[in-house]
């Protein structure tokens, strides 16, 4: 076994940020595996050019023989398993594809890695990890003075994406308590930060509003969620890899609810402090609020107190300093902005927002 891990969706937002932490910091060898969906950037990791510490296999987790083969190939002493479908209107639109990626995919990964492992001396099979990183979405959704998701809180998933990720977060648990494969599990709440495809609130938002386009807000837009800035659930991840117990969960959260009407009108004061002002007004007058979506979960909040009682990791960024950062972070790369403004996301787009912004 070598010094090497495997990642899956790496040239996603999260993986991406983890790959660039994970080899800042460890400066061990990643081996990424994508399949490059809409959602999949390999531009995101251009920094790593011709670096030897890293290298990205196109292709797909569902694919067992080529997850055995790369398995066979690196010997990894670690998977870190980001691979999946992550936005809930795009899985309330087709549901289909999450199942596949979701619940296949993270199944034929577990299974591979189970046969790889069994293979591995004793030693080797004590050191090697499977890190399955899950959301908050699973433990359903919160009234306004319930207390936060803890890792006991029964799982209610309430869309077709939360779903397929309790799914995989079961069939995770399962590898671990039949087999003994050594399964760790992380449910973290929203992420923001650099390298954020622009069809999630934050990253949209910053974007409609430096195009004066209009903010659409679903619902009343008093839903909370707990944001976390991505570069500490990538300093969580890597606590949990090294030292977290085998077979637990973890929940990992930023201590930051805010509704989704304080987060874009804050969004709105700094687009309007870093550019130049419309000629119609404060960008706040560009919130328009738009038909919800279906089924749309009203709180998330997560009760973070296991990760630091037994690994001592607190979310280091301050909500707003977290987020003045993310606002000058896409004002400054209009480069990659443009890379992905394209077919994707302008289908997507005209699909999701057409219908709600005609009301
Ligand atoms: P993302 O959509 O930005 O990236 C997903 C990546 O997975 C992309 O690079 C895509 O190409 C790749 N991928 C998709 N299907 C694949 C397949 N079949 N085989 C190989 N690669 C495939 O997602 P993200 O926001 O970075 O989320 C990463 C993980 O973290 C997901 O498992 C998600 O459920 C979880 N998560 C996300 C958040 C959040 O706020 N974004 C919060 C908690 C948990
Ligand atoms: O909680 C963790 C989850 O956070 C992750 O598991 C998911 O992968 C990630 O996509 C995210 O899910 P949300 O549905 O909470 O994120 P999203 O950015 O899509 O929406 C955040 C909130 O903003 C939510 O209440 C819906 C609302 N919203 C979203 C969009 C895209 C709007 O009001 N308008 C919008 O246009």
């Known amino acids: 076994m070598r010094d090497t891990i495997l990642v899956t969706g790496g040239a996603g937002f999260i993986g991406s940020n983890f790959i660039l932490s994970w080899i800042g910091a460890a400066g061990a060898r990643v081996v990424n595996l994508d399949l490059l969906t809409y959602a999949g950037n390999p531009g995101n990791l251009s920094s790593l050019d011709g670096d030897s510490r890293y290298q990205l296999v ?14 066979r190939e690196h010997q990894p002493r670690a998977i870190v398993h980001f691979a999946a479908e992550s936005h809930v209107d795009r899985s309330i639109a087709s549901p289909g594809a999450f199942i596949r990626t979701n619940v296949q995919g993270t199944f034929v990964l577990l299974d591979q890695t189970l ?17 399955h990183v899950s959301t908050d979405e699973v433990y359903g959704s919160l009234g306004p003075d319930d207390p936060a998701f803890s890792e006991t809180t029964p799982y209610s998933p309430n869309s077709p994406y939360a779903a397929s990720k309790a799914a995989s977060d ?55 969620r707990d ?15 090294e030292r977290g117990r085998v077979g637990e969960t973890y929940n990992i959260g930023g201590n930051s609810e805010r509704t989704n009407i304080e987060v874009v009108k804050l969004i709105c004061d700094l687009v309007d402090e870093m550019r130049p002002a419309l000629p119609s007004g404060p960008r706040r007058n560009l919130v328009t609020f738009v038909k919800d979506r279906p089924g749309h979960d009203r709180r998330y909040a997560i009760d973070a107190s296991k990760l630091e009682r037994e690994l001592g990791w607190q979310p ?18 209009s480069s990659w902005v443009e890379s992905v403004q394209t077919g994707a996301y302008l289908e997507w787009i005209a699909q999701n927002y057409t219908e709600r912004l005609a009301i």
């Open 58 to 71: 196109r292709g797909d987790i569902s694919n067992a023989d080529l997850v055995s083969s790369l398995l």
């Open 115 to 131: 046969s790889y492992w069994s293979k591995l001396s004793e030693a080797d099979q004590a050191m090697f990890r499977f890190l």
């Open 170 to 224: 079961h069939l995770a648990r399962a590898y671990h308590h039949t087999w003994g494969l050594p399964v760790l599990t992380t449910n973290c709440s929203n992420n923001y930060g650099p390298f954020q495809f622009p069809e999630k609130l934050i990253p949209l938002v910053i974007l409609n509003a430096l195009e004066g386009k209009a903010l659409p807000v679903y619902g009343d837009g008093k839903n909370v």
């Open 227 to 241: 944001w976390l800035f991505v570069e500490d659930h990538c300093a969580a991840i890597r606590a949990v890899l």
């Open 316 to 333: 280091g960024e301050r909500f707003e300093n977290g987020l003045r950062k993310t606002v000058r972070w896409y004002l400054d790369h």
